[in-house]
């Protein structure tokens, strides 16, 4: 599996916001480079931001990585129904629903950490049985026509999105 984001004919809408924060690699080099452990590595400013939020409202960081856990989770069966010719639209969810019913507080940060580390490595299995003929079939997942590829690409650039706020938004309560 060669494929590269940039040799798709197009991006999906909404999703290629994060896409393109992914480097132009094939997608198993991809899902390889970007694991929670190298996406999360400062461990140390992570801990010593415990429950802090930048802004009322905000979710913490334990709240945020059940968020990408759940999200990989949902983007991996949506590749799974697509590679396998779903033809009917599947569900969207409501980040915030999740986020506020997911308790992710009340677990510590290397337990999320190691949960995150267990769903990439499901990814990893189900994305390397998909052949380039699946990779590059298309579905409908809430309401946006997606690629099975693009999904995969989904997985690393959306982590990098989240790492990125929280470095521009969190880190700076450290002082």
Same mark, same amino acid.
Do not use: P
């Given at each position: 599996m060669s494929t590269k984001w940039s040799d798709m004919p197009e991006l999906p809408n909404?999703?290629?916001?994060?896409?393109?924060k992914v480097d132009d690699l094939p997608l198993m080099a991809a899902l390889l480079q970007y694991t929670p452990a190298a996406i999360l590595s400062e461990m140390d400013q992570l801990l010593a931001l415990g429950d802090q939020v930048y802004a009322p409202g905000k979710w913490t960081i334990k709240?945020?990585?059940?968020?990408?856990?759940?999200?990989?989770?949902?983007?991996?069966?949506?590749?799974?129904? &697509?590679s396998r010719n779903e033809s009917g639209m599947l569900p969207g969810f409501?980040?915030?629903d999740y986020a506020e019913n997911s308790d992710a507080n009340e677990r510590t940060l290397h337990d999320l950490l190691e949960e995150?580390?267990?769903v990439r490595n499901a990814s990893l299995h189900l994305f390397d049985s998909f052949s380039e003929e699946m990779l590059q079939r298309k579905g409908n997942a809430n309401g946006l026509e997606i690629s099975v590829l693009a999904i995969g690409f989904?997985?690393?650039g959306h982590p990098i999105h989240h790492?990125? &706020?929280?470095?521009?938004?969190?880190y700076p309560l450290l002082g």
């Open positions: 909404f999703f290629d916001r994060y896409i393109k709240t945020m990585i059940q968020h990408m856990i759940d999200t990989e989770r949902i983007m991996t069966y949506r590749a799974l129904c &697509i409501n980040e915030d995150w580390t267990v989904v997985l690393c790492a990125q &706020i929280i470095k521009e938004r969190y």
